[in-house]
C-alpha cells in the first residue's frame, strides 16, 4: 500500500500498491508446496478415465474366475461377468449376477456395439503393474542411437528426467503387453547415484504416439498455456553399491558423501522456499528456486516415490540412515538381495510404512553385492512384514515373462495371493497407483488379464490383453490347457531352507548332506528313462535303487535284505538328470570379479593376421562346488557344458562336467574334457564395446581354417576335425542371414557336423537346417531381441502359433536348450516345462525332457570320443522327482550324478 501526505504533512494511506508479478507467480507456487500428492480414488461413479479413447466398444467378459485383489488377495469370483466402459471397469457382476441390462440398452443408444467375450472359467486378473522397467530408455534391439538409460557426466544428477529418452519405438511394448503387462515404472539406469527421475507409462501406442501421451497421471500438465503441477506422485531413482565404484570410481564413502551432500541442497532450498512462503507480500526477490535442486526438495517434503537399487547390508544401512538425517520416506529398495538377512534395518527407514523389497526371484551372484541372493527371499521378507513385489529391471529380464517371477517365488514359498499381489496390488501401491489401478474394481482403469490358466501355472499365457479397455493383442494364439493347470497351487514347503539361509547370512551350505546306495521309490508314476522299463499300468508303481543303480521297476518291485531307505515320490517320476549350456557354469563364481574366473582366451586376430598355436581348452580351468552349480544340483541339473568365453572369433573347446563333484580328479567330475570345437559369429560390433570381426570376416576365416589353408598347429588341426566330420563345430550366432552363411558353408562340406548356438533367428532357415542335419541350442529359450541381428524373433503364444523350439523340432531339426546366465542353470527343469507347456500338441513330455538331455547330447558332441571307437553313451545321472516334474509343485528329492553309485538325498 502506498503512503500519501496531505498538504500540512501527516500520513494518509492511499491506493493500494499492485503487487510484482513474481510475487503472484511465487504465491502460485507455494500453494503447491505443502499439499502432499493426493491422486483422486476411482470409484464406482467414475464413468471415463482420463485416458479413454472416444469410440471405444463397451466389452462385457462373460462367465470368468476373477481375482480381484480384494480381501488381501485371497478373492476370487467363479462365473463373474465384468463391464468394461469408458476406459474404466463399470460393473462386476458376482456368481450368477447377470444384470447388465441397464449398461447394454445405454451403449445401443449410443451408438456403440457392445464385444461380448464368453471366458468359459478362464482366470482374470488386473494388468501387471511393473515398478522397475527401462522399457523405452533402454530399447529393444539395442543401438547407440536409442540407448537412453544413463547419463555419464556426473553420479549425482536429479535433474534428469526418463521421460526426456523415452523411445516410443522399442520393440518390447508389444512383446511385453503379450506378458500381460499394462503399467510400467520407467527409471533412469543406476550408472550414477540419482540417475534422475521416472515416470509411469502404459504401453499402448496412442493415437497421438508421443512419450507424455503414454503417461499415467504425469505429475506436470500443460494447462491454460503454462506447466501445472498435480495432484500425482513424482518418482527418482538412486542408486548406491557397485554400479556407481564401477562407472565413477566412487568407494561407498565418497556415495555416502553424495548422498548427503544432495539432500543438504536440497534441504537448503526448501528452507527457502518454506522462509519466502511465510511472507510472500514482503518478498523483494523472486521465489527461490533451482532447476537442479528442486526434486531433492520435493523428496524432502514427502512428495516422490525414492526408488532406490540397493543390494547389500551396508548400502541399505547407509540409505537408511540419510532416510532418517534428512526425514523423508523411501518407497522401496530395488534389487535388494541381502534385504531378507536384515528386514529390521528396513523398518528403521523414515516414515510409518517401511520401503518395499522389488526383487529377482532367481536373478543373483553376478557381481558380489549379488552374491547372498536366495530364491527363498520372497517368503522369508513377507513373514517378516515387508512388502514385497516382483520386478523386471526390463530388459535385464524380459518383462513379458514377469508373471514367472511371481510364480518361481509362490513355488519357494510365498502364499498364491501374496505373490499375484507382487506383480498388481502391492505394485500398483509401490507405485503410487492403487488409486486407480492393481485391483478389479469398479470405477478402476479397465487394465486386465485374461489367462489361459492359474497365473501362477507353468507357462501361464495371457489370451488377452486390455488396456484401458481395449483389448491390445490381434489374432491372439492360444493355447487349450488341461484341468489341472486351472487351479490354485499350493506354496513350496521350504521353511528349512529359508531358515539355513538366513541363519547362515546368505551363504548357506549347498552341498548334499544325506547319501544313500540303496532306495525304494514308492508312489512312482513315470519313467523318462531310456533302458529301463516302464511301470505299464500307468499307477504309481515302485522302483529299486541298488548301488545308484535301477535294478527293478514296477507295482511288484520287492527290495532285497539289507537296509533301504523308503522315499514316497506321491505321483512323481524319474528322469535322467539335466543338462545345463550356455552360460559360464563351470568357469566362473562371481561375473563381475575376475579373480572368480579363468580368464578369456585371446583373439585369434593379431595385426590382421591368424594366429598359430593356441587353442584353449576350457577344462583346464573347470571350476567345482560354486553356488549355481550346487543350486542347481538340487533342482535336478546334473551335468554342465561350458566353453572359454570370449568377445572374438575363436572360443576354444567346450568340457561337460557333474555339478555333484567337489575338484576335477573326483571320479565322473569331467565326463568330457574335448566335447566340441566352438566359435562365435556377431553381425556387427557391441554396442557397448566389445569387437567382433563381423560375419563376412568371420566366415572367410572359418572357410580357411576348414580347407587347411593355415598352417599345421593345435587350431588348425582342431578345424581339419571339424572338416572331417571328427569334432563337432558348435557356433554362437543368431541372424538368418550370418545362419544361412553357414549353410552354404556347410553344404561344401558335407562331413561336418555343426550345430548353432543361441539361433533367435533360425526358425527362418528351419527346413534347410533340418535337410543337413543342423542342431539348433535355442539360448535363452524364450527369445528376445536384444540386438540388431535377433529382432526377427518368433515369440510364441499369444503372438504365434509356436515358439521357436517348438517350430524347430516340428520341422525335424533337432533342439536343445541353453541359458545365459549362470543363475538361471537351475531353472533348466521350468524351461522344459514351459517349452512344453507352451506347444503340448507339438511336444510329448519325454520330448521335451530330451530338450535338456538327450538332445544335447548330440548336438553338443558330449558322446564324442569317450570310447576307442567314440559314441559310447553319455552318463547324466538320474532324478527322482516328488510330485509332477513338469509344475512348479514337483521337487528333486533324489540325484544320482554321473560316476556316483550313490543318491544325494534333499
Known sequence: MTIVKDDLGFPWPGEPEALPPFVHEGMKRCAHLNHAPAPEIATAARKHSDRYVRGTSPVLLKNATLWTGEKDGTEVLHGADVWLEGGVIRKISKEGKKDFEEEMVEAVRNGHKVETVELDGAWVTPGIVDVHSHMGVNSVPDLQGSDETNSFKAPIQPWLRSLDGFNTHDAAFNLSIAGGITTMLVLPGSAGNIGGQAFTFKPRWTDENTPQSMQVEPPYVIRHGEWQRTRAWRHIKHACGENAKAWYHNARMDAAYDFRRAYAEGKKLKDKQDAWCAAPKKQKEPFPDSLEWEVMADIIRGHVKVNIHCYETVDLNDLVRVSNEFQFPIAAFHHAHEAYLVPGLLRQAWGKVPPAAAIFANNARYKREAYRGTPYAAKVLDEAGIKVVMKSDHPVLDSRFLIYEAAQAHAFGLEWNRALAAVTTT??????????????????????????????????????????????????????????????????????????????????????????????????????????????????????????????????????????????????????????????????????????????????????????????????????????????????????????????FLKGMSYSFSLAARHALEQGAITNHAAALHITLRQFDDPHGESSLGVATSIGVLRRLLHGEVGKDEVAAAFAKVAAGELRLVVSVTSADAIAALIRLKRTLPSMRLTIHEGHEAWMLADELAAENIGVVVSPPRSFPVLWDQRRILPGPPLSNLTLPAYLHSRGVKVGLGIAETCDARLTRFESAMAYAFAPTTFSRQDAIDLVSANLVEVLGLNDGLGAAGGDEVDLGFVAYEGDMFSFEGRVRAVRAPGQNAMDLF
Request: glycine fraction near 14%.
Open 427 to 648: 505394485s500398483a501401491t509401490v507405485a503410487g497407483l492403487d488409486h486407480r489401478l492393481g485391483y478389479v474394481r469398479p470405477g478402476y482403469d479397465a487394465d486386465l488379464v485374461v489367462w489361459d490358466s492359474f497365473p501362477l501355472a507353468v507357462g501361464a499365457t495371457p489370451k488377452q490383453t486390455y488396456i484401458d479397455g481395449i483389448p491390445q493383442i490381434i489374432h491372439p494364439h492360444v493355447v487349450r490347457k488341461p484341468a489341472a493347470a486351472q487351479k490354485i497351487t499350493p506354496k513350496g514347503d521350504y521353511d528349512k531352507e529359508a531358515a539355513e539361509a538366513v541363519l547362515a547370512r546368505g551363504d548357506p551350505d549347498l552341498r548334499p548332506k544325506h547319501r544313500s546306495a540303496n532306495i525304494v521309490f514308492q508312489g512312482v508314476s513315470a519313467l523318462y528313462l531310456s533302458g529301463v522299463k516302464t511301470l505299464g499300468s500307468g499307477e504309481p508303481g515302485t522302483v529299486i535303487v541298488e548301488n545308484g543303480k535301477i535294478t527293478c521297476a514296477g507295482k511288484e518291485c520287492i527290495a532285497a535284505a539289507g537296509e533301504y531307505n523308503t522315499i514316497d515320490l506321491k505321483g512323481g517320476s524319474l528322469a535322467p538328470g539335466l543338462i545345463s549350456f550356455g552360460s559360464e557354469l563351470g568357469l566362473t563364481e562371481i561375473t563381475a570379479e575376475e579373480t572368480t574366473q579363468t580368464g578369456n582366451p585371446p583373439g585369434i586376430l593379431d595385426d590382421n593376421k591368424i594366429l598359430s598355436g593356441l587353442l584353449v581348452h576350457a577344462a583346464d580351468g573347470a571350476q567345482f562346488g560354486g553356488k549355481d552349480e550346487l543350486m542347481a544340483l538340487r533342482e535336478g541339473i546334473t551335468t554342465g557344458v561350458s566353453c572359454p568365453t570370449t568377445g572374438d
